[in-house]
């Protein structure tokens, strides 16, 4: 087997521009002039936080890096220090951010993810940085396929993580999702800077890990990494076809106004399943922007309401959606206070 070889600055910087769809980067991603990195200590965040580094530096750009100690091990806060001796030795600010509080007894993960975005943002939104970098590699997005497909997902769920997405105001971009997790490690290992082993990466309470002895079988079938990361592409592409035609029906059937918005309820009739769902969905966040999005369920069993005659009205992600008058549906703020204080903020 060839030995993995490091990322290119080109490499990455093609990479990085590709998060934005063709944008200018700076332009596009950095408020203030400064990028900031999230940066665990093992070696695909490492890698990101040094090519980042590279990249802001030839571009006049400011970067800093964010590690979050969870405090679910005694040693987590030593790393999080390691972590900053290592940066700070290549000149890259850093800083510490701490879960506190109580910490859940189950579906620990999933908690503990949502506790670090929600610290990264706050971090972000106090130097007013507007993107953000996280290093998912290509290993990582077919793990999440593996875990969306044994848990039902459908088209967008398996298509995996997207390069880019904005939430509350933060752009979060995920400019290493093409490259194996050994390229990066030998990106460490050229940069001569060591990274720290996540001991929960072999533990297999986790499903992620679990799945890794699967995917090796799968491998040795010829169900090989590059294929199956060939195979996403395709999906998102998918993905982003039918969302491309989405807009332009919800364009076709959707009025909006300062209060809310009208459904022409005749004209998205006429559009397939998938479609009618995706403009459900497209309503809902425009209508509440700060409501997480409802899943594949809820959405359908709204899109079955509709299209009963006797429809008298529901809420769903945030909205309130009323009976069919005039051969429209209104869809309102179910909380008009909380909408307007959002897009004030906004």
């Known amino acids: 087997m060839t030995a993995a070889h490091p990322l290119t600055p080109d490499e990455f910087s093609a990479a990085l521009a590709a998060t934005v769809s063709g944008e200018n980067i700076i332009a596009a ?25 590279g990249w802001a530096q030839n571009n006049d750009v400011k970067m800093v890096a964010f590690t979050v100690d969870h405090k679910l091990r005694p040693e987590a806060a030593e790393e999080a220090r390691t972590v900053h001796g290592l940066l700070s030795a290549r000149g890259i600010e850093h800083e510490i951010l701490t879960w506190e509080g109580k910490k859940p007894a189950t579906h620990i993960q999933e908690r503990a993810r949502d506790a670090r975005y929600a610290l990264l943002a706050e971090a972000c939104r106090q ?83 679990r799945l890794r ?34 807009a332009r029906a919800f364009e076709a059937c959707v009025a909006q106004d300062t209060e ?56 769903l992600a945030g909205c309130a959606l009323g009976c069919v008058k005039g051969g429209k549906v209104r869809i309102a703020p179910e909380n008009p206070a909380d909408t307007s204080a959002a897009r004030r903020s906004a």
Request: include cysteine; proline fraction near 4%; charge should be positive.
């Open 260 to 315: 809310g918005a009208a459904l022409d309820i005749e004209k998205w009739k006429e559009y397939p399943r998938d479609i009618q769902r995706r403009i459900l969905n497209m309503v809902f966040a425009a209508v509440a922007p700060q409501v997480y999005p409802a899943g594949f369920d809820k959405t359908e069993r709204a899109r079955l309401d509709l299209l009963d005659p006797d429809f008298k009205g529901r809420t």
């Open 127 to 209: 130097r007013g940085i507007a993107t953000l970098a996280v290093a998912h590699n290509r290993e990582d997005q077919i793990e999440t396929f593996w875990m969306r497909l044994a848990h039902g997902s459908g088209l967008d769920g398996l298509a995996g993580m997207e390069a880019a997405r904005k939430t509350d105001g933060l752009r979060i971009i995920r400019p290493l999702l093409g490259f194996s997790r050994a390229r990066l490690r030998a990106t460490c290992a050229g940069f001569g800077v060591a990274w720290i082993e996540d001991p929960s990466n072999k533990s297999e309470k986790y499903l992620r890990v």
């Open 29 to 53: 991603a950095v408020s203030g002039k400064t990028i900031a990195a999230a940066v665990s200590g093992g070696g695909d965040s490492m890698a990101l936080a040094l090519l980042l580094h």
């Open 213 to 246: 002895a699967f995917e090796e079988l799968l491998s040795n079938e010829g169900m090989t990494p590059e294929r199956l990361a060939r195979t996403l592409h395709k999906l998102s592409d998918a993905k982003d076809a039918l969302q491309f035609y989405a």
